[in-house]
Each structure stands twice: as C-alpha cells, then as structure tokens.
C-alpha cells in the first residue's frame, strides 16, 4: 500500500536558535543543505506519484537538494503563522506569557490550531487522493508536519504538540488493516 514520506526542510539560522519562522523566508544555512542532500541519499530509486511543497525557500531548496521533483506548490503546506510571535523564541514569550502553548492556544495576530487543521485538512485530502497512484512526498516545516501527522491519525491539532520532529527528517504515514498509523516518525 502507498505511503505518504513527510520531509521537514533543513536547518536554518533560525531553526538553529529556535526562532519561530513562519512566514519569514531564510534560506538553508550550509549544514542545512549537506542535510537536504542526505535526504536524497535515504530516498533515493524512490519513486513518488507526487510531491506537495510547501512556497518557502527552505522547503523548496530542500526538494531540490533531495532530488525531489516537485510536483505543486501548495501554500496550506506553509508553516503555521506565528503572528505577533514571528522571530522570537518559546522562552521569550513565556517572558511576558509563562503559560503559552501553541498547540492550544494559537498565536496573537496569527494562526488558531483550529485554522492551520483545517489547512492541513486541505493537504491530506489532496495526498490520500494521490495515494492511488503511488507514494506521495509533503516537504514543509516542523510544526505544519506535526500537525499533518496528528490529523493523519484522527487526532486534534494539540496532539502534534506530542510528536517532537528535527529538522531535516523523515516520516513516514501509512495504514494498517485499513486505518491510517505512523509508521516512522522523526527518522534520520
């Protein structure tokens, strides 16, 4: 049966301080890219039916490091939108916020758990619609891929908050006995 690899893009300047980045566009810093090009090694001879990116650079540069052949760029992919939050680290904002935690309670000026479920909804649908045609490939960021993982097993948005995920790994969704499972998560 067909299989659905998330990659998550890698390393940045950003990622590297804990930086939320949502809409921010940095690029891969020179480990990053040696990460993306191992990717390609782990997958490589795979073939996908398709490949879902999303329009960040880093997940782009990423693909393409990997080898992968991008097949759409697909902007519910993006990363969750951390709003008034953009740039700045989980410590400072539980400076001014001690008890803030975004898998339930969203971001100020940007995203609800409830709206970036439902565009990740959006991006499941379109992928088990391919899985009819072979494995699928969702390249993105670390909090939009546990959200994916969480609303591929039936669970809510909060439950991605339990699924650590690094940058440049892999995971892999599938089925068994006809209901969707994790069958790697967080793979280097």
């Known amino acids: 049966m067909a299989e659905i690899v998330l990659?998550?893009?890698g390393q940045t300047e950003w990622s590297v301080a804990g930086r939320h980045t949502g809409s921010?566009?940095?690029?891969?810093?020179?480990?990053g890219e040696e990460q993306a090009r191992a990717i390609g090694q782990r997958i490589k001879g795979r073939e996908f039916a398709q490949v879902l990116c999303?329009?960040?650079?880093?997940?782009?540069?990423t693909a393409e490091l990997a080898g992968l052949r991008v097949t759409e760029i697909v902007e519910d992919l993006a990363e969750w939108d951390y709003g008034d939050y953009e740039g700045i680290t989980t410590k400072e904002i539980h400076e001014t916020s001690p008890d803030w935690y975004l898998w339930t309670d969203g971001v100020p000026g940007g995203e609800s758990?409830?709206?970036?479920?439902?565009?990740i909804d959006r991006v499941l649908a379109k992928a088990r619609a391919a899985l009819e045609h072979g494995d699928v490939a969702l390249v993105a960021h670390g909090h939009a891929l546990r959200v994916?993982?969480?609303?591929?097993i039936e669970e809510p948005v909060r439950v991605g908050g339990r699924l650590r995920l690094d940058t440049a790994t892999l995971c892999r969704l599938g089925f068994e006995h006809g209901r969707p499972v994790i069958l790697e998560w967080n793979s280097r």
């Open 113 to 119: 758990p409830e709206r970036i479920g439902a565009r």
């Open 54 to 61: 999303s329009p960040r650079v880093r997940a782009r540069r």
């Open 148 to 152: 994916v993982g969480a609303r591929w």
């Open 7 to 9: 990659v998550r893009h």
């Open 24 to 31: 921010t566009d940095i690029p891969l810093t020179p480990v």
